[in-house]
């Protein structure tokens, strides 16, 4: 069955510090996705992005947070000076078709900020 | 805003227990409802979904049928077992041509007990 990969399963930064959280989609899929999951909280949606480009973010995606899908392959989501609050559990998400269904949901990727 | 509130947790049960996690939702338009179950350690996977008003998922002895007057997606299962164990999260797409973003309760943690 069709994986959605993420990369690394956990990273432990400096405060200050730019990170970048890897994930590789399926590969047939169009609609790509960032949630955050902080510890024992709720899955939060960050950004959506579709043909190049963001189609939809949330309040907490702001200027620190930016997202690339650099070779048709990756998408990643860069956090350029991370803070101790951006410590979570960050999951990458793939989907075929817009409207919320089908949605693929990677491993995660653990980012401990210290 | 669209919302999603559960049920608290954690619930503790017996093996062979009847479970039920309750999910209720404030949505503008016709949201498509998940319910995604988070394994320990692992990603969220979709464990089912129903589309419309009336609707029924229903996937592995778990069940859920979408309530448009009580506005409600409530969990069951007839029998739950130890391998049942993990956090449920309720979620609802608002399918009005959006961008497919998915938003989530504060999930439920299911223990269950031999």
């Known amino acids: 069955e069709p994986e959605v990969t993420q990369t690394p399963s956990h990273q432990v930064t400096q405060m200050g510090q730019e990170v970048i959280l890897r994930c590789v989609p399926i590969?047939?899929?169009?609609?790509f996705y960032w949630y955050r999951q902080i510890l024992g909280q709720k899955v939060e949606f960050l950004v959506s992005?579709?043909?190049?480009?963001?189609?939809?973010k949330s309040e907490i995606f702001d200027d620190q947070f930016s997202v690339e899908r650099p070779d048709g392959s990756n998408f990643t989501l860069k956090i350029r000076s991370t803070k101790l609050e951006d410590s979570a559990m960050y999951f990458c998400a793939s989907s075929e078709v817009q409207g919320g269904y089908g949605y693929t949901f990677g491993s995660g990727t653990r980012l401990t900020v210290v | 805003g669209n919302s999603v509130t559960q049920m608290e947790g954690p619930v503790t049960l017996s093996e062979e227990a009847f479970l039920t996690i309750n999910c209720t939702y404030t949505a503008t338009g016709y949201p498509s409802l998940f319910w995604y179950v988070q394994y320990p350690g692992e990603g969220l996977q979709l464990l089912l979904k129903?589309?419309?008003?009336?609707d029924k998922g229903s996937n592995k002895g778990f069940e859920a049928t979408y309530r448009k007057e009580t506005t409600s997606f409530h969990l069951e299962k007839g029998s739950v077992q130890v391998s049942d164990s993990a956090v449920y999260f309720c979620?609802?797409?608002?399918?009005?041509?959006?961008?497919?973003?998915?938003?989530f309760g504060q999930g439920t943690t299911l223990q269950v007990k031999p």
């Open positions: 129903a589309t419309k008003a009336d």
């Open positions: 590969s047939n899929h169009l609609y």
């Open positions: 979620a609802l797409s608002d399918g009005s041509g959006n961008t497919g973003k998915l938003i």
């Open positions: 992005f579709y043909n190049n480009e963001i189609s939809e």
